[in-house]
């Protein structure tokens, strides 16, 4: 696997804590908007210049706003870039986990070969978009997240770790991020020979991101740039025990009156179905939360080889059941991730944001492993993959 140290571009030490954002989509606009008129430093005002903007089909108008804003960031010295390049291992802690990797430019061309293997369909449109805003910002601020099976050698990763970080901070929601910077040439080169050992590395999360940055470099081809630049994007590799996936749940709301006791029924018919409290619910594999009208009940079916329970779901419930056909783009369905408590879940149907709520238990990473092996897909949200990254820690720039 070809693993390459870039010129980073990053944030100035003492704002660092201030600059690094969550994803924007993460925020709803009234926090969006707060964030904004609070904080002058946020990359929130580099990735979302406008909250009130209308830029549909003019995203190119707003990828070059991104692009000024950027650009007012560096000449204010928010940001600068490095002199040379460098690999990063980068920490983060939160009170129930903790997680470690390494930051570099991964290849273009072993993913064309699949030694970087997916688990999930793009959606050409979204890809489109992103591979537009690759080639007009001239920026990737957000990492790919790479799991491998291999694991890391430790003697060079705990030497730096034991010495003064780039950047140490904690940010509001209890998350403790730690950056170091690998920039000796020595240790470079054993970076590089170590992942060059690693014949595959898996997507845990970034399948548009990584596919749009191979759209990109075959733009780019096509114009006849060959830039090393576009040969790599940015991703964050972790050992597959530095990962963390947890369930992503189903919540449905009916748009015409819906029999709960036809349904109950129904799903008597392809498994077995008790009512539980909250407390008594136990997720497993091929054992599924129900909650609807004020109840909880643990569905449990027969598992089918090498079928995962979302699959199942969607298979023998959502579609037959609900008509739900394609669940990216049918408005009835919305999801939970799995730090949601089961209690909120139940709130949000009973207030009537949903009528029915299917909760699951999560994967395994080595089944993860074993759908990108098999060539395989998972429906949409089959996993919440932790650790979440920051926008605008580390950059990498393409001009």
Not at 98 to 110: A, H, I, K, N, Y
Not at 123 to 147: C, H, K, W
Not at 311 to 323: D, M, R, T
């Amino acid at each position: 696997m070809k693993f390459k140290p870039f010129k980073a571009v990053l944030p100035a030490a003492d704002k660092v804590h201030l600059v690094a954002s969550r994803s924007y989509v993460s925020y709803s606009k009234e926090d969006l908007i707060d964030k904004l008129k609070g904080n002058p430093y946020t990359f929130l005002h580099v990735i979302h210049p406008d909250v009130d903007g209308d830029y549909r089909g003019r995203r190119i108008a707003y990828f070059e706003e991104v692009r000024k804003n950027y650009e007012k960031f560096l000449s204010e010295e928010i940001f600068s870039t490095e002199a040379s390049a460098s690999f990063f291992i980068y920490r983060q802690e939160t009170p129930e986990y903790s997680f470690q990797g390494l930051l570099g430019g991964v290849s273009v061309e072993d993913y064309e070969q699949g030694k970087i293997k997916i688990h999930e369909h793009t959606i050409s449109q979204r890809e489109g978009r992103f591979t537009d805003y690759l080639d007009t910002t001239g920026i990737n601020a957000e990492p790919v997240l790479l799991m491998s099976r291999q694991p890391f050698p430790t003697y060079t990763i705990s030497r730096v770790c034991s010495e003064t970080p780039l950047y140490c901070f904690t940010t509001t929601d209890r998350v403790k991020h730690t950056l170091w910077q690998l920039s000796d040439t020595s240790d470079i080169k054993e970076i590089e020979a170590m992942m060059a050992n690693v014949p595959e590395l898996y997507i845990a999360d970034g399948h548009h991101r990584s596919a749009s940055s191979v759209a990109l470099k075959q733009r780019k081809a096509e114009e006849g740039n060959h830039d090393e630049v576009y040969q790599y994007f940015m991703a964050l590799v972790l050992f597959q025990s530095q990962l963390k996936i947890l369930g992503f749940h189903r919540l449905v709301k009916c748009v015409v009156d819906f029999d709960l006791n036809e349904f109950l029924s129904d799903l008597k018919k392809i498994g077995s179905l008790q009512e539980v409290s909250e407390q008594e619910l136990q997720l497993a594999e091929g054992k599924i939360g129900v909650y609807a009208a004020g109840k909880w009940y643990a569905f449990q079916f027969e598992k089918e080889k090498n079928v995962i329970d979302a699959e199942w779901l969607s298979k023998n419930i959502l579609y037959p059941i609900f008509g739900i056909e394609d669940e990216r783009t049918d408005k009835r369905i919305s999801y939970a991730d799995g730090l949601v408590s089961s209690h909120e879940i139940a709130k949000m149907v009973d207030e009537g944001k949903a009528d029915f709520a299917f909760l699951l238990h999560p994967i395994s990473t080595e089944t993860l492993m074993r759908i990108s092996d098999e060539g395989s897909t998972m429906p949409p949200k089959s996993t919440y993959i932790l650790p979440k990254l920051r926008s605008g820690l580390v950059i990498y720039p393409m001009r």
